[in-house]
């Protein structure tokens, strides 16, 4: 299924959604997060309005996410003058798969203004050549999104410490909404997986996403891109960032993220 045709069949029951998730969405033996992610906003944009623009969603990964039919549970936690705060559950059987909370604020006046720095990569999104899907080697969400790599090594290259950056879309055609972004910025591997010797998974375990910028309306051919580059790594742990540039150039979001990794 398409990522809008997955979003558009969310069935609402009050605050629960039920949605059914196909296996062209796996990652492994889980659903790939970017797509958890995004179905939970979904939801929990059913009870906050729009006026409020999404500034934060924090998404636990309690246990993989199957191909079926998911329960997703939510709640307002607090609505203030300018911020709404919400929750949601995503339920797969029995069990909680992963668990959100979602800040949503209208603008205020403020003294401070701080933008992040435009930056640039080494070559040109029509520079690279698309990185072909082979199915068995690549996660099945990958054949849903379009990457060209312009910086960094390639997973399971054993390189050393490298940043990432990759210029990605999706290849679902109709037009991006906010939950098309949120859904979009998870799809390149860690970079941490270019450092492994051999092939060996991943798995992320908490991911925050804090957007600055709210524009959305680009073609969906447009290519955006993600810069990434990993913090600290001890134990089998990663601790990395992101920045999500738009189709212009401009840094919209910043991401952090927290994975095991078993190579």
Same mark, same amino acid.
């Given at each position: 299924?398409?990522f809008?045709e997955?979003?558009?069949?969310?069935?609402f029951?009050?605050?629960?959604?039920?949605?059914?998730?196909?296996?062209?969405?796996?990652?492994?033996?889980?659903?790939?997060?970017?797509?958890?992610t995004?179905?939970?906003n979904?939801?929990?944009r059913?009870?906050?309005?729009?006026?409020?623009?999404?500034?934060?969603l924090q998404?636990?990964?309690?246990?993989?996410?199957?191909?079926a039919?998911?329960?997703?549970?939510a709640?307002?936690?607090?609505v203030?003058?300018?911020?709404?705060?919400?929750?949601c559950?995503?339920?797969?059987?029995?069990?909680?798969a992963?668990?959100?909370? +979602?800040?949503?604020? +209208?603008?205020?006046?403020?003294?401070?203004?701080v933008?992040p720095?435009?930056?640039?990569?080494?070559?040109?999104?029509? %520079?690279?050549?698309?990185v072909?899907f082979r199915?068995?080697l690549?996660?099945?969400?990958?054949?849903? /999104?379009?990457?060209?790599?312009? %910086?960094?090594?390639?997973? /399971?290259?054993?390189?050393?410490r490298t940043?990432?950056?990759?210029?990605?879309?999706h290849r679902?055609?109709?037009?991006?909404? %906010?939950?098309?972004?949120?859904?979009?910025?998870?799809?390149?591997?860690?970079?941490?997986?270019s450092?492994f010797?051999?092939r060996?998974?991943?798995?992320?375990?908490?991911?925050?996403?804090?957007i /600055?910028?709210?524009?959305?309306?680009f073609?969906? %051919?447009a290519?955006?891109?993600?810069?990434?580059?990993?913090?600290?790594?001890t134990?089998g742990?990663v601790?990395?960032?992101?920045?999500l540039?738009?189709?212009?150039?401009?840094?919209?979001?910043?991401?952090?993220?927290l994975?095991?990794v /078993?190579g």
């Open positions: 299924m398409l809008s997955i979003l558009a069949s969310i069935r029951d009050g605050s629960a959604g039920h949605v059914t998730v196909t296996e062209d969405w796996s990652q492994g033996r889980a659903t790939y997060g970017g797509l958890v995004a179905i939970g979904e939801v929990m059913k009870l906050v309005p729009h006026d409020r623009l999404l500034r934060s998404t636990t990964f309690v246990g993989p996410a199957s191909a039919t998911w329960r997703v549970n709640q307002v936690l607090r203030g003058k300018a911020v709404t705060l919400a929750r559950d995503i339920v797969d059987g029995d069990q909680i992963a668990t959100l909370v +979602g800040v949503y604020g +209208g603008p205020r006046n403020s003294a401070v203004e933008r720095a435009a930056t640039t990569a080494a070559r040109t999104v029509d %520079e690279i050549n698309e072909r199915p068995g690549a996660p099945e969400f990958m054949q849903h /999104f379009a990457v060209r790599w312009a %910086e960094g090594a390639k997973p /399971f290259s054993s390189s050393v940043p990432s950056k990759a210029y990605v879309r679902d055609t109709t037009p991006l909404t %906010e939950s098309h972004v949120v859904g979009l910025i998870d799809c390149i591997p860690t970079p941490a997986m450092m010797k051999d060996a998974p991943a798995s992320s375990l908490v991911w925050t996403l804090e /600055f910028e709210h524009r959305f309306d073609a969906p %051919e290519w955006w891109r993600i810069d990434t580059d990993i913090d600290a790594a134990s742990y601790n990395q960032t992101g920045v540039n738009d189709p212009n150039g401009t840094p919209v979001a910043l991401t952090r993220q994975f095991a /078993f």
